[in-house]
């Protein structure tokens, strides 16, 4: 005897939470160029490019992100900090790895780097200032190991200006200006030791920066993110020799900021989305 035929009702609710449990379809990351050997995307901020003890709870990795959006291997020939946008460059085969790393490695490839920072820094200036090393987060440092201070350089140019009347510290206004930064040599969290050496740290950073002044960015602009972006990358193709350079334009918050600050203008076209948005 064969048992009573389910309730079809029932069948479909079971159908509608099993729907409901599926977790969302990750993000897709915005290729900016792609060839048989390489891949560069353009990072969104707060993502890891790759599993670390930073966040050990984190799920979501771009090397995870881009292997299963173009279903092939991937190998991170450079890094951005979580908080972080703009151009990762990823190679497609180990021996294009390893050719850019040995070029990342003396120096080749040019990046330039935008951030907006607290006060008004110099038109130009050169910052040139050993930071200890920073050990990668997956490198095991003996207990006893010294690490010492290594040679950092940065060129940096102040492309805009501001001065707001609100009293963020202890002075009656606050000022900020949007800066383009070279850093010649690749230590980590350069950019952001960098400015805090020279007393200009940049919005958002939450270990090099200062709380107040990120703080008032959320509640005056609605903008909580880091506010440092990999506009660009140029670099020799690794197996042709041609000249790369690779664009990332604002967008989102970043470029809404600058929009409402009146600083658009002082970008070159193709580092700004005209909308400002995603």
């Known amino acids: 005897m064969h048992g009573m035929a ?3 009702y029932a069948v479909a609710a079971a159908a509608l939470l099993k729907c409901a449990l599926l977790p969302p379809a990750p993000p897709m990351l915005p290729i900016l160029y792609r060839d048989q050997h390489l891949i560069a995307i353009d990072k969104p901020s707060g993502l890891l490019v790759h599993r670390s003890e930073i966040d050990r709870r984190e799920t979501r990795f771009a090397v995870q992100l881009l292997r ?4 092939q291997q991937v190998f991170p020939v450079h890094r951005l900090d979580r908080g972080t946008s703009g151009v990762l460059l990823f190679a497609l085969d180990s021996d294009t790895a390893r050719l850019l790393n040995q070029d990342f490695a003396a120096k080749q490839p040019a990046k330039t780097y935008l951030a907006v920072v607290r ?7 050169d910052i040139d200032h050993a930071i200890t090393r920073q050990p ?5 440092v003996h207990g006893n190991a010294q690490l010492n201070a290594q040679p950092a350089f940065t060129r940096y140019r102040t492309l805009a200006r501001c001065t707001l009347p609100y009293a963020v510290d202890r002075y009656p206004q606050s000022r900020y200006a949007l800066v383009e930064l070279h850093p010649e040599t690749g230590r ?14 940049i919005i958002g950073d ?4 200062k709380g107040v002044h990120n703080r008032f960015f959320q509640q005056q602009f609605n903008v909580g993110r880091m506010l440092l972006h990999a506009v660009e990358l140029s670099l020799r193709h690794p197996h042709s020799g041609e000249a790369l350079t690779l664009t ?3 967008s989102g918050d970043f470029a809404r900021l600058l929009h409402e600050l009146g600083w658009a203008d002082a970008l070159p076209v193709a580092w700004l989305r005209e909308s400002g948005r995603d």
């Open 206 to 209: 939450a270990t090099h920066g």
């Open 68 to 71: 299963d959006q173009i279903g």
């Open 188 to 201: 980590r969290h350069q950019l952001r030791r960098h400015l805090k050496h020279i007393a200009h740290p």
């Open 136 to 140: 990668d987060e997956r490198e095991y």
């Open 6 to 8: 389910p309730n079809r």
């Open 119 to 125: 006060g008004h820094p110099a038109d130009n200036g």
């Open 248 to 250: 990332a334009p604002l």
